[in-house]
């Protein structure tokens, strides 16, 4: 039975380390403007740039699709977004996946498996590739753009044997687990917009309760089609100008944008003894939802960064 503290009246070990601190010690990401590092992003921020741009052509015709009436149907009222260059740019010798299986594999599973790979670079730790290693992961992913161009009700000779595994939701960690042999928990979810959070919060959950020492989080989306567009529009959901204007009295809808990013957790106290590099400290977390709505799961997350 769990008590608060021992015979001898010293806490008891499970309660002291679900009140310690979590560590963020690596990330990894990808992010509009051409963000592949933290210190990028952070710069991009302080600098106040604008990552929105444009549909590119190479994911859809925005001329094709796109209408400044609203309402028009088949037509979006929008055509900017933020989006990541180079998606189809992927090392696939070095996660040994092979030239048969590659095209069909996931943009959002081959972002996730790069800056997993770069959280764990960033923050040092070695790997045992023939043992394995106690690394839980929990990725947040509800995009499937990618099956969906693969084929159609009328046309499914696009569909090949790694077709299922290549978008499946469940993949996206489980690739991560496979191709770095991680032994830890496998987990994939979607809350719509808060899938990176409720990660972060699951395996925040996962360390506290001693269930591992530490966990790849983070979450990825990927815009291939049109289809997102057009029905968030058909909504009145997006903003036509490509600015979202957050709690102003002009704002006049969302604006889409894709990315990944995964950071590396580890209880501090561990951290801290092992000489790990502390980027930031989690000082709490928690998820509910609120009863009238059922589209998400809002999650909400405090950090402290560390100087």
């Known amino acids: 039975m769990l008590t608060g503290y021992c015979a001898a009246g010293t806490q008891d070990p499970l309660i002291r380390m679900s009140k310690d601190r979590i560590a963020i010690i690596g990330i990894g990401c990808r992010f509009p403007g051409g963000i592949n590092h933290p210190d990028a ?15 590119p052509p190479d994911r859809w015709n925005v001329e094709r699709f796109y209408d400044a009436e609203p309402g028009i149907a088949g037509k979006s009222i929008a055509r900017r977004g933020g989006f990541v260059d180079g998606i189809e740019q992927f090392d696939r010798h070095f996660f040994s996946i092979s030239a048969r299986e590659a095209p069909y594999v996931d943009p959002q599973h081959r972002l996730l498996l790069e800056t997993a790979w770069e959280a764990i670079e960033d923050a040092g730790i070695v790997l045992d ?21 693969q084929g159609t009700p009328w046309d499914s000779q696009g569909i090949s044997p790694h077709s299922p595994t290549g978008s499946a939701h469940s993949i996206a960690a489980n690739r991560i687990s496979y191709c770095l042999n991680l032994r830890g ?60 204007k957050a709690f102003d009295a002009l704002a006049d809808g969302f604006v889409r944008g894709e990315g990944a990013g995964v950071l590396l957790l580890k209880r501090l106290s561990q951290a801290i003894a092992d000489g790990d590099p502390v980027r930031i400290r989690v000082g709490g977390q928690t998820y509910n939802v609120p009863g009238g709505s059922a589209l998400e799961v809002p999650c909400a997350i405090r950090a402290v960064v560390q100087e």
């Open 185 to 244: 928990p496998s987990v994939a979810m979607d809350t719509a917009c808060s899938s990176a959070l409720t990660a972060v919060y699951a395996a925040c959950e996962h360390i506290r309760t001693g269930r591992g020492d530490m966990a790849l989080a983070g979450a990825v989306t990927v815009m291939i089609t049109h289809g997102g567009f057009i029905g968030f529009s058909q909504a009145s959901m997006l903003s036509p100008d490509g600015k979202c």
């Open 41 to 55: 992003l952070w710069k991009l921020l302080v600098e106040g740039r604008e990552a929105v741009r444009d549909v």
């Open 129 to 149: 590739f023939e043992k394995g290693t106690e690394l839980g992961v929990f990725v947040g992913i509800s995009h499937n753009d990618y099956q969906v161009i």
